[in-house]
């Protein structure tokens, strides 16, 4: 299983994933990919490439686990198989540091893989998007074959036996194991009630939405189109209020999102509801801020003009202000030049 999670910075991530290999000082279960095994020196390898390109701010790096299930597979394998997934996926340009753990608590074998946000080739900071997540799970599929390990199905059917998707973002996987123990002690969040009443009604296959809002309904969930997104609102407890998107980055599920809940109604416009990569969207509140300041100088700068157009030009600087200092003797010369003496 791969879980992409996150780390406050570059330096704390490295020394997380080498923490096993420094208490069994074992340096077997540590692997770099075009950076060296030893933590320290991939470390400051990493934070070269930084220097050297002037890509030392924002985000450091990536941090992944893949996890394995256990007795599964033996540490020396599992080292490796996490050293060879990691090349596929990054090492055609950029570093990453692989540390392996076998001494968590649960017993399960799982490896950290650090990967430097800066590419050692061009200089370009990593960029991930969805596809690249789906092609991180196809080449973890093709190693779990090589190796005789346990593929995961991620067929529709296979979705709907686990009664969830497979997560693969530590946030969505912690969300869900809280709702999975909520339940099991009858404390169901309203968050995830809404996110099993959705899918439910969209496997009665709606014809549209006015008719997926009929079926919700009558789950106890007032369904409405607002902008954007749609919102969810429980009939018993109105202030439980839950949007679409939120249900489907929480649980990592595209289906419940706006785009897809009108897809499936078989709504035209539903392409108008896609969200917007976060690239663009940041792109977009860095147009915006830029267009604001410049907004607020050029103000600034007309506001400067008009005060000096406003002020007096006829005011004559003193009389004494830019003559020269004279002595005595000068003083007396200039005074009998004057009066013809």
């Known amino acids: 299983m791969i879980v992409k999670t996150r780390s406050a910075n570059i330096k704390s991530a490295i020394k997380y994933a080498d923490k096993d290999r420094r208490a069994e000082e074992d340096f077997s279960l540590c ?23 002037g890509k030392e701010g924002g985000r450091e790096c990536k941090h992944y686990v893949l996890s394995f299930a256990p007795g599964e597979i033996d540490k020396e394998n599992a080292i490796e198989y996490a050293e060879k997934f990691a090349e596929r996926c990054f090492g055609d340009r950029f570093q990453a540091f692989v540390g392996l753990h076998t001494q968590s608590e649960s017993g399960v074998l799982h490896a950290h893989i650090v990967v430097n946000s800066v590419s050692h080739l061009d200089g370009y900071k990593i960029q991930l998007h969805k596809q690249d997540l789906e092609r991180f799970k196809d080449i973890n599929d093709e190693l779990a074959r090589e190796y005789g390990l346990q593929v995961i199905d991620r067929s529709p059917e296979a979705v709907e036996e686990r009664g969830r998707a497979q997560m693969y973002s530590m946030e ?35 014809r549209s939405f006015v008719e997926f809002a009929d079926f919700m309904r009558e789950k106890g969930w007032q369904t409405q189109l607002r902008g954007k997104n749609i919102t969810f609102q429980s009939v018993k407890n109105p202030k439980h209020k839950v949007r679409a998107n939120t ?4 649980y990592n ?9 009108l897809f499936c109604c078989y709504e035209e416009n539903w392409k108008d509801y896609l969200r917007e990569p976060k690239q663009r969207q940041r792109t977009k509140q860095i147009e915006k801020v830029q267009t604001k300041t410049q907004n607020a100088s050029l103000a600034s700068g007309l506001d400067t003009l008009r005060r000096l157009s406003q002020q007096k030009h006829n005011q004559q600087p003193k009389a004494n202000r830019m003559k020269p200092k004279l002595n005595r003797k000068d003083r007396e010369r200039e005074r009998d030049d004057y009066f013809g003496l």
């Open 253 to 261: 599920f595209d289906t419940v999102s706006t785009a897809g809940i």
């Open 172 to 206: 969505a996987y912690q969300l869900n194991q809280k709702a999975e123990n909520a339940k099991k002690g009858n404390k169901i969040s309203y968050t995830f009630d809404c996110f099993q009443q959705v899918k439910a009604c969209l496997n009665k296959n709606p």
């Open 247 to 250: 249900l489907a980055k929480k």
């Open 31 to 53: 692997r770099g990919v075009n950076c060296s095994d030893f933590a320290t020196i991939a470390l400051e390898q990493m934070q070269e490439i930084k220097r050297v390109y």
